[in-house]
């Protein structure tokens, strides 16, 4: 008869089993926590396109115009709607309700063109309606969902939360220069 040595079974404890589930927790708060730091608090100018309501960094608006007709440029995608001439300076218009699929794009008196300085270059942003400036805390602001990979949601950089008396509504956060700078734009460079 041989006796073999086996070495002891070690079992792990429950601390040792849970740390890698902590690991993954922590790395899945830190990228939330990341994606909400992509929306950093702070005053955000809220306008309408269709049913939803948007918020930008108020820093990148530059003025806000009623909406006037832009002269056309040839071979542009059908969301530029052409070049304005503004003291001196043309802009392009870009109309966010076509960019962004909006169903329809009525052109009425509370149509404005927000004027915005993106990467030290002067473009105008068609919306609906622009409704006020609002001061958004860290509290306020949650990541932006996770989309499915054929949905281009890179601009969206969180959903802030504005609580008005008993009703609660809700603002998609856009990061604008990253919207306005993308290629299919070629708006800046």
Do not use: W
Request: aromatic share 4%; glycine share 8%; proline share 4%.
């Amino acid at each position: 008869m041989t006796l073999t040595a086996e070495a002891p079974v070690r079992t792990a404890s429950r601390a040792e089993a849970a740390a890698p589930l902590r690991a993954a927790a922590a790395a899945h708060e830190a990228g939330a926590a990341a994606a909400v730091a992509g929306a950093q608090a702070g005053e955000f100018l809220t306008f309408r396109l269709g049913a939803e309501e948007y918020g930008i960094d108020i820093l990148r608006v530059q003025e806000i115009r009623s909406y006037e007709q832009p002269t056309r440029i040839a071979n542009v995608p059908s969301f530029i709607k052409g070049v304005v001439n503004l003291r001196g300076v043309i802009v392009p218009i870009v109309d966010l309700r076509l960019k962004l699929g909006c169903e329809s794009a009525e052109y009425n008196t509370f149509t404005v063109v927000v004027v915005l300085n993106v990467r030290g270059r002067v473009v105008g942003a068609v919306v609906d309606s622009v409704s006020d400036v609002l001061e958004l805390h860290k509290e306020q602001i949650k990541p932006a969902p996770q989309l499915h990979s054929s949905v281009d949601a890179s601009f969206i950089t969180g959903i802030g939360t504005v609580r008005s008396g008993e009703a609660e509504r809700m603002l998609i956060l856009m990061d604008i220069e990253a919207l306005m700078s993308s290629a299919d734009m070629g708006l800046v460079d």
